[in-house]
């Protein structure tokens, strides 16, 4: 019997990240292993799942049909298994998070040594990641994302406040240049980009101006998809960085950075903890969801 399971969460992740490597990562296998296993479930069902190229990977007709089912199928194992952990009543077994680093210092950081020293029992597995992946695929119990990015079928605890954008530079930075006044004036600036991880396109920057949106594309020798690599490469003058208010706090505080165009940069949804909307919630993430709520 468990020989029929073999191979599909692997199959449900190649689904979602079109990546043998990217789902052997999320695993932590080899992606040889990975595709050992959905060669090894194609041959038992004797129907081809996966099309596999030299640059890509795409399901065929019938893997793509198969994964539709599979999804909510492997929602409702994962269901099974809450059952038994609730009729175990201890919170109990490895919690698994899939977590974007923009909530490590505001969520992960501060939670983590309280939480685990109120549950003995529970163990964390944290995965960082940045970009839009499914938690059903991998395997995660829940995942932590901005309320604006939230699929609509899955249940949304809010656990931060509103959250800001700043527009920062070095002091060392504004000594050659004028600090802007205007969203549009960053056009002649040296800005720092940043690349979403997801579909890889450049962020634009957003701003509200007399109650409505602007969005500005803006151009720089930097781009990174890493927060941190923007706020260090602000920090050693190479340009203005767009980034978290409670990322750069601190540099603010100290006067490392200055803030700019801070009228314009507006509030907007904070993170959330996110998981499938199951009849039976697991108690160690009944616990993680009470937890983070009181917080």
Same mark, same amino acid.
């Given at each position: ?44 069902? =004797? ?14 007709? $019938? ?77 995660? %119990? $829940? ?7 939230? %699929?609509? %079928? ?81 920090? %050693?003058?190479?340009?203005? $960085? ?13 006067? =490392? ?39």
């Amino acid at each position: 019997m468990s020989e029929d399971f073999a191979g599909l969460r692997e199959l449900l992740l190649v689904a979602e990240k079109r990546s043998f490597t990217a789902a052997a990562a999320a695993l932590r296998v080899t992606p040889s292993a990975v595709s050992q296993a959905i060669g090894a479930l194609e041959e038992r069902l =004797r129907i081809r799942l996966v099309q596999r190229t030299t640059r890509s990977v795409s399901l065929t007709e $019938a893997g793509a049909r198969f994964v539709a089912e599979l999804r909510p199928a492997m929602e409702n194992v994962h269901g099974a298994f809450a059952v038994l952990e609730d009729a175990r009543g201890r919170p109990s077994g490895t919690l698994r998070l899939n977590v974007p680093r923009l909530a490590l210092g505001p969520v992960i950081k501060p939670m983590l040594g309280r939480f685990l020293t109120a549950h003995p029992e529970v163990r964390i597995d944290v995965t960082l990641d940045d970009g839009l992946s499914d938690i059903v695929a991998e395997g995660c %119990d $829940a995942g932590i994302r901005l309320g604006e990015r939230l %699929d609509r %079928d899955m249940v949304a605890v809010p656990i931060t406040g509103s959250l800001r954008m700043a527009v920062v530079g070095a002091p060392a930075y504004f000594d050659g240049h004028p600090k802007p006044r205007h969203p549009r004036e960053l056009a002649a600036h040296d800005c720092i980009n940043y690349r979403h991880v997801t579909g890889r396109h450049i962020a634009r920057w957003e701003f509200e101006v007399e109650g409505r949106e602007l969005t500005v594309a803006v151009d720089g020798r930097v781009v990174t998809n890493d927060n941190e690599v923007m706020v260090l490469a602000a920090l %050693d003058g190479l340009g203005l $960085a767009y980034v978290m208010e409670h990322s750069v706090a601190e540099h603010l505080a100290a006067k =490392r950075l200055v803030r700019v165009l801070t009228r314009y940069c507006p509030s907007f949804p904070g993170l959330y903890l996110y998981y499938p909307n199951r009849k039976n919630l697991a108690p160690k993430l009944r616990a993680l969801v009470d937890f983070l709520r009181v917080r």
